[in-house]
Each structure stands twice: as structure tokens, then as C-alpha cells.
């Protein structure tokens, strides 16, 4: 990655290098999980559990990681999952991170809170989704979706695993939660942690030391707090309005293209998004960011098909540090997963280029899988490759150790 000798081979590696460049309040931002960050480490040992049985003597060429996701073609099946505030981390931003996935030939999801407007986004790629939070109830919410069709976002990505935020300890102990809520340039005087990081320090500066919801002005027509310039009051906003199920019905009459509901952890919640008219949903515990003790998103991921899997296309998040673990839960029966952590590692350490190289891993690694395991194609993976076991002391030890 630019700016750093030592070359990132694993998301490991980008996690690292992130936390040596990152400020330790910045860092635990994206890091950290809720309460005990018990479902943090269930996501990561789901995948330690599950192993891969290979089919050996079997010469598979080069195999094929393209497929489609509600119809769009995709060179291997990794999504950037939506993620808040990514300028913190870098100028670039998730404009960055959409052209990284666009020269990748994969997806990029831009979240509602990101750091530029989503019009920032959209300029950067032409296969972005729009993931949507209700900031000032329906009225906000429609200003929202008709911004992001006048863009010519692909897909609408609805969350409804927000009701409330969940407690995110290492931000409340650092300080954050606060200072975020306020300015970030408050944040700048929490102490020495984020002045012995220059490097980090000078791409603020230069950046404004701006951390911002670029698309939190002006769309409530009945709650001034979202049209305020108080990050409190737009951070509040989210949650101000969390979606039902009528809710998610009335988008599907106000979006006219694939609709994906994101934080789906049962198989009646599936059936709940098909019948309010989902295209796809996403087995998410929000990266164990909620409520901790939900369970894995891979332990939840077979009965989620099992329900719905033959009438809308079924992704995860939670846990992916492996193209290894992507192999799994294809093979599991995702059609495609998620990654956030991963890809903000990566634009912490490099930009635009650091989320290319976190990819590139990604593919590598699950090219390499798939040598592994004797399967020509990601669209031929089924449940036969895979095998559960109980983790190990010394993983499950490794997986608290790395969240």
C-alpha cells in the first residue's frame, strides 16, 4: 500500500497497519463491537468452525469467481458492505472505495451516513447501491430514494436492525461517542492519541478535519434536527425513525429497482422481507455493532435459504477476513457477501488504493480456495464442501485476540 514498506498479504495485515497509522479512539470506531463484543467474535469463529472438504486429484484450470447479483455481473462475488463516516479514515472517502470495487468489477454500497454526498458516490462508479436510513421519517426517506435514482443507483439497500444504537463500549471509554457527536474537531483535543499518529493527522488536516453526514442537509421536512448542522442531531436522526415492515411495503412502491433488506438474523424476518417485496436480503448482525449476543451471521445463514434462498438472492456479512470464508458461505448457499471492516482497513492504510489491495486479496485467496477444493465455479459450490466443527481453545483465543 502507498506510504508503507511493509506490503498488506492479508486483511490481517491491513487491520494492522490501520491501527499503527489510525489513532486508537479512530481506530476503535471501526473496530470495536457492542457491549462484551461476544457477537464480534462468533462472527470470526463461525468461520474458524467451518471447515472445507476438498475434492483432491481434480484439475480445475482457472476457476470462474464471476456471477451476477440482481442480475448485474461481477468478476467475484465480494460487495463493499455500507459503512459511516469513512472520511475519518481517509480524503478519499467512499468515493475511493466505489472506484476501487468499480476496477475490481464489483459493488460498492455507499451508506447514508457516509462522509460525501451520495451524488460523490454515484460520480465515482456505475454499478453503486444506496443503503438507506430513515433520517427524518418517510418525508427524508423519499427525498433520499429520489436523490439516489436521479443518480442512477442500482439497487436500494433498506437496514432494519437499528432500532436503537447498541452500546459501543470502546467508543463511550475513548471518548468518542461524545466528541463525534459534537464536532470532530473536538475530538482532535480528546488527548495524545490522535496527535502521535502524523500521518493520519496531516490527511485530516488537509481534508478540513471534516467528519460530516454528507447527506444529512435538508431532506426531513418536519424535523429541523436533520437540517441542522449538529452531527448529534443527524446521528440521532438515524435511529429517529427505525423501519417497520409497512415501511419497507411503502419503499417498494416509492423504487422502481431491485430492493435489499440488510439485518435479517431468522428465517421469519426473511419471510417477512419476500412478502413486503425484497429482491435480496442480507444475513447481517451489523458486524456485531448492535445487539451483542445475536447470533453469527453464517450459523444463521442455512435456515435463512432454507426459507427464501429459491425466491430471492440470499448475502451475508459478519466475520469475512478470507477469500477462504467467502468460498464457505457461497458454499454455505450466499449468493454473494458483504465485507466492511476489511475495506476500511484497507482505505485507512492506502485510499483508493487500499481498497483495491484488501480486494485483490480477497480474489487471490479465493482463487487459490477453490484450486484447493476442486470446484471450477463459485455457482457449483453447495453444502457438500463444507464441514462444522466445534472451534478450537487456541482459535477461538486467536478470533477474541483479532476482532
Same mark, same amino acid.
Not at 461481477?74 to 475519518?88: I, K, N, Q, Y
Not at 422502481?256 to 444475513?283: I, Q, T
Given at each position: 500500500?502507498?506510504?508503507?514498506?511493509?506490503?498488506?498479504?492479508?486483511?490481517?495485515?491491513?487491520?494492522?497497519?490501520?491501527?499503527?497509522?489510525?489513532?486508537?479512539?479512530?481506530?476503535?470506531?471501526?473496530?470495536?463491537?457492542?457491549?462484551?463484543?461476544?457477537?464480534?467474535?462468533?462472527?470470526? @469463529?463461525?468461520?474458524?468452525?467451518?471447515?472445507?472438504?476438498? @475434492?483432491?486429484?481434480?484439475?480445475?484450470?482457472?476457476?470462474?469467481?464471476?456471477?451476477?447479483?440482481?442480475?448485474?455481473?461481477? &468478476?467475484?462475488?465480494?460487495?463493499?458492505?455500507?459503512?459511516?463516516?469513512?472520511?475519518?479514515?481517509?480524503?478519499?472517502?467512499?468515493?475511493?472505495?466505489?472506484?476501487?470495487?468499480?476496477?475490481?468489477?464489483?459493488?460498492?454500497?455507499?451508506?447514508?451516513?457516509?462522509? &460525501?454526498?451520495?451524488?460523490?458516490?454515484?460520480?465515482?462508479?456505475?454499478?453503486?447501491?444506496?443503503?438507506?436510513?430513515?433520517?427524518?421519517?418517510?418525508?427524508?426517506?423519499?427525498?433520499?430514494?429520489?436523490? =439516489?435514482?436521479?443518480?442512477?443507483?442500482?439497487?436500494?439497500?433498506?437496514?432494519?436492525?437499528?432500532?436503537?444504537?447498541?452500546?459501543?463500549?470502546?467508543?463511550?471509554?475513548?471518548?468518542?461517542?461524545?466528541?463525534?457527536?459534537?464536532?470532530?474537531?473536538?475530538?482532535?483535543?480528546?488527548?495524545?492519541?490522535?496527535?502521535?499518529?502524523?500521518?493520519?493527522?496531516?490527511?485530516?488536516?488537509?481534508?478540513?478535519?471534516?467528519?460530516?453526514?454528507?447527506?444529512?442537509?435538508?431532506?426531513?421536512?418536519?424535523?429541523?434536527?436533520?437540517?441542522?448542522?449538529?452531527?448529534?442531531?443527524?446521528?440521532?436522526?438515524?435511529?429517529?425513525?427505525?423501519?417497520?415492515?409497512?415501511?419497507?411495503?411503502?419503499?417498494?412502491?416509492?423504487?422502481?429497482?431491485?430492493?435489499?433488506?440488510?439485518?435479517?438474523?431468522?428465517?421469519?424476518?426473511?419471510?417477512? =422481507?419476500?412478502? =413486503?417485496?425484497?429482491? =435480496?436480503? #442480507?444475513?447481517?448482525?451489523?458486524?456485531?455493532?448492535?445487539?451483542?449476543?445475536?447470533?453469527?451471521?453464517?450459523?444463521?445463514?442455512?435456515?435463512?435459504?432454507?426459507?427464501?434462498?429459491? @425466491?430471492?438472492? #440470499?448475502?451475508?456479512?459478519?466475520?469475512?477476513?478470507?477469500?477462504?470464508?467467502? #468460498?464457505?458461505?457461497?458454499?454455505?448457499?450466499?449468493?454473494?457477501?458483504?465485507?466492511?471492516?476489511?475495506?476500511?482497513?484497507?482505505?485507512?492504510?492506502?485510499?483508493?488504493?487500499?481498497?483495491?489491495?484488501?480486494?485483490?486479496?480477497?480474489?487471490?485467496?479465493?482463487?487459490?480456495?477453490?484450486?484447493?477444493?476442486?470446484?471450477?465455479?463459485?455457482?457449483?459450490?453447495?453444502?457438500?464442501?463444507?464441514?462444522?466443527?466445534?472451534?478450537?481453545?487456541?482459535?477461538?483465543?486467536?478470533?477474541?485476540?483479532?476482532?
Amino acid at each position: 500500500m502507498p506510504g508503507r514498506k511493509a506490503e498488506a498479504y492479508s486483511v490481517a495485515d491491513a487491520r494492522l497497519q490501520a491501527k499503527r497509522i489510525l489513532p486508537r479512539p479512530v481506530f476503535d470506531f471501526i473496530d470495536g463491537g457492542a457491549e462484551d463484543e461476544v457477537t464480534l467474535r462468533w462472527n470470526l @469463529q463461525a468461520f474458524e468452525a467451518t471447515g472445507l472438504t476438498p @475434492q483432491n486429484a481434480v484439475d480445475v484450470g482457472r476457476p470462474s469467481l464471476s456471477t451476477t447479483v440482481l442480475g448485474q455481473p461481477v &468478476r467475484f462475488p465480494v460487495l463493499l458492505a455500507p459503512c459511516g463516516l469513512a472520511r475519518v479514515l481517509h480524503p478519499d472517502a467512499e468515493p475511493g472505495a466505489a472506484r476501487a470495487a468499480e476496477s475490481a468489477g464489483t459493488i460498492a454500497i455507499v451508506s447514508t451516513a457516509s462522509g &460525501r454526498p451520495l451524488e460523490d458516490f454515484a460520480a465515482a462508479t456505475s454499478r453503486g447501491w444506496f443503503q438507506l436510513y430513515f433520517f427524518g421519517g418517510r418525508p427524508g426517506a423519499e427525498r433520499l430514494v429520489a436523490r =439516489a435514482s436521479a443518480s442512477g443507483f442500482k439497487a436500494l439497500v433498506v437496514t432494519i436492525d437499528t432500532a436503537v444504537s447498541g452500546k459501543r463500549e470502546r467508543d463511550i471509554r475513548n471518548g468518542v461517542a461524545g466528541a463525534l457527536s459534537r464536532d470532530f474537531r473536538t475530538a482532535v483535543r480528546l488527548g495524545p492519541s490522535l496527535a502521535v499518529r502524523p500521518q493520519w493527522l496531516y490527511r485530516f488536516v488537509r481534508d478540513g478535519m471534516s467528519v460530516e453526514f454528507g447527506n444529512g442537509t435538508g431532506i426531513g421536512q418536519d424535523n429541523e434536527a436533520v437540517v441542522g448542522d449538529g452531527l448529534a442531531e443527524k446521528r440521532a436522526a438515524i435511529i429517529a425513525h427505525p423501519p417497520t415492515w409497512e415501511d419497507v411495503e411503502w419503499l417498494r412502491q416509492q423504487w422502481d429497482r431491485p430492493l435489499v433488506v440488510k439485518g435479517v438474523l431468522s428465517a421469519d424476518d426473511a419471510r417477512r =422481507a419476500v412478502g =413486503a417485496g425484497a429482491d =435480496a436480503v #442480507v444475513v447481517s448482525n451489523h458486524g456485531g455493532r448492535q445487539l451483542d449476543g445475536a447470533p453469527a451471521s453464517l450459523d444463521v445463514l442455512p435456515e435463512v435459504v432454507a426459507a427464501v434462498g429459491d @425466491q430471492v438472492e #440470499v448475502y451475508v456479512d459478519g466475520g469475512i477476513r478470507r477469500g477462504s470464508h467467502v #468460498v464457505k458461505a457461497l458454499a454455505v448457499g450466499a449468493r454473494a457477501v458483504l465485507v466492511g471492516r476489511p475495506w476500511l482497513y484497507g482505505l485507512a492504510v492506502g485510499g483508493e488504493a487500499g481498497v483495491r489491495r484488501v480486494l485483490d486479496v480477497l480474489r487471490d485467496e479465493m482463487d487459490l480456495t477453490m484450486r484447493l477444493v476442486g470446484a471450477p465455479d463459485v455457482r457449483q459450490l453447495d453444502a457438500g464442501l463444507v464441514r462444522r466443527r466445534p472451534p478450537a481453545p487456541a482459535i477461538a483465543a486467536a478470533a477474541a485476540d483479532n476482532p
